[in-house]
């Protein structure tokens, strides 16, 4: 009887060593009591790279990282695994060939009926793609954070631009003419004070349509972009005192509302920035189409960008709002924007994006 009972378990160790051969997903092993390996699967050779006659005796530390074993890890982790019975825990690994994997890894203790131990059962995952994902969840997360910051901080700088407009242009011809009306209602000098408060309702009049145009421009809508920017360019040339010349291609089409929008905002950043940092006293635009897309492209005669943050523009990474937001704008429509810049010989932003489905417009879209 005894001997019948001997042959099957026997037969069972045999069949559960077979399964266990079988499991091409995990890593499954046995350690001795001071971790040395004494068993070895399929899956194990697939995930780690040794065959069983080449891992079979050698200690368990060898799958660790150099940084692991320097910090005596392994003999922790065993340590660890006696006392607990079990652990479960997450960490980079090495295999044969050098190269590091993401593990997910339990340990168990194993011990005969006496509590002597008797060695460890080893389960190892390999959760890289898992880990990936992960790392590109939080990556998205963080770019998400930034563009949220970054928006915020537009939001805050379209803000200040406006009302520090409506201080230095509106708010002081308003001040003037309250002076006028108030000189105008002692009685002297009436019609030369009556002509001064008209003249100051009317640059206030432009004023206020000029902002509420820069805003959101009716005529964008009305007549596309080519008109828009070209009413645009009339007025930025006359406030900065920049020659510019405007070339566009005569079958420039019509183009879908959100990419007409978001070219014009190129245009007014591009060109605010030629204003502000390039000290270029000369700029060109223009509208045309190339290999089935739509290219706006503004370039100045300036000093340029400095090699650094021209880097990081074109990695995505540019720390100005301004062309962060051109950026953003190109990116959500399909398209890309480039910024080129050669030492002392100014720069050029091009904007393109692909003209088709969506990107250009129908009347019905036009005047909805």
């Not at 001997?6 to 001795?32: C, P, T």
């Not at 920017?229 to 920049?242: H, P």
């Not at 014009?264 to 060109?271: C, D, H, K, T, V």
Request: net charge neutral; charged share 30%.
């Amino acid at each position: 009887m005894s001997g019948s009972n001997d042959k099957s378990n026997a037969e069972r160790a045999e069949q559960f060593r077979v399964l266990v051969d079988a499991v091409q997903d995990y890593a499954i092993f046995m350690l001795g009591p001071q971790g040395h390996v004494t068993s070895w699967n399929s899956g194990a050779q697939r995930i780690k790279g040794y065959t069983a006659d080449e891992i079979i005796g050698s200690h368990f530390s060898r799958f660790y990282t150099e940084e692991d074993r320097l910090n005596h890890k392994p003999d922790r982790i065993l340590d660890l695994a006696a006392q607990l019975g079990r652990i479960e825990q997450e960490g980079w690994r090495v295999r044969k060939d050098g190269s590091r994997f993401w593990a997910n890894v339990t340990l168990t203790a194993i011990r005969d009926h006496e509590g002597k131990l008797l060695g460890f059962g080893k389960v190892t995952r390999d959760f890289s793609e898992r880990r990936k994902m992960e790392d590109r969840l939080h990556e998205s997360e963080r770019s998400l954070r930034e563009l949220s910051l970054h928006l915020l901080r537009s939001q805050d700088e379209e803000r200040r631009r406006i009302g520090r407009d409506l201080h230095d242009s509106l708010g002081q011809y308003l001040a003037a003419l309250k002076m006028h009306l108030e000189l105008l209602g002692r009685g002297r000098s009436a019609e030369q004070h009556l002509a001064e408060a008209i003249r100051l309702t009317d640059e206030s009049i432009k004023e206020v349509r000029t902002l509420s145009y820069l805003l959101h421009p009716p005529l964008l809508e009305e007549s596309g972009l080519a008109s828009a920017a070209q009413w645009y360019l009339d007025g930025f040339s006359s406030r900065s005192q920049i020659d510019i010349k405007f070339e566009k291609a005569p079958d420039f089409p019509r183009l879908s509302r959100d990419l007409e929008l978001a070219m014009f905002r190129i245009l007014q950043e591009a060109l605010t920035n030629v204003h502000r940092h390039s000290g270029s006293r000369t700029a060109r635009v223009r509208l045309f189409t190339a290999d089935d897309a739509a290219v706006l492209e503004i370039s100045d005669d300036g000093r340029g960008i400095a090699p650094e943050v021209l880097d990081q523009v074109r990695n995505e990474r540019a720390p100005g709002i301004g062309l962060r937001g051109m950026t953003e704008r190109m990116h959500q429509l399909g398209g890309e924007l480039q910024v080129q810049s050669v030492g002392r010989n100014g720069t050029t932003v091009t904007a393109m994006a692909p003209l088709g489905r969506g990107a250009v417009s129908s009347p019905e879209e036009r005047f909805a």
